[in-house]
């Protein structure tokens, strides 16, 4: 597979008093997308993902499906939020 899996993340809430969490915390995963490698590389992302969105604001994820024969092309934590346009474009 020539694709790597990408996360679209929920976008940070508005800064809060200092009574909110602390700065740093972790942002939740909204879709999981797939996207073409970039031309020349093997490891950086093109540009759009499988869908069409603009991969610039997504964090690569550290899955490799090719290193997990068998196993679906994403993380199976996050099956739940799997992006259905990416994921019929892998499945044909």
Known sequence: ???IVVYELEKP???RSSAGPPSGTERHVRKVHAAPVAPG???ATGPR???G???FAMEAADWNPSEHPGAPW???EYASV???DCDAVIET
Do not use: F, G, I, W
Request: proline fraction near 14%.
């Open 74 to 76: 994403y993380p199976a």
């Open 82 to 84: 799997v992006c259905p």
């Open 49 to 51: 993902t499988l869908c």
């Open 41 to 43: 590389t093997r490891t």
């Open 13 to 15: 809430a508005a800064p």
């Open 53 to 55: 969105k603009d991969t």
């Open 1 to 3: 597979m020539s694709e």
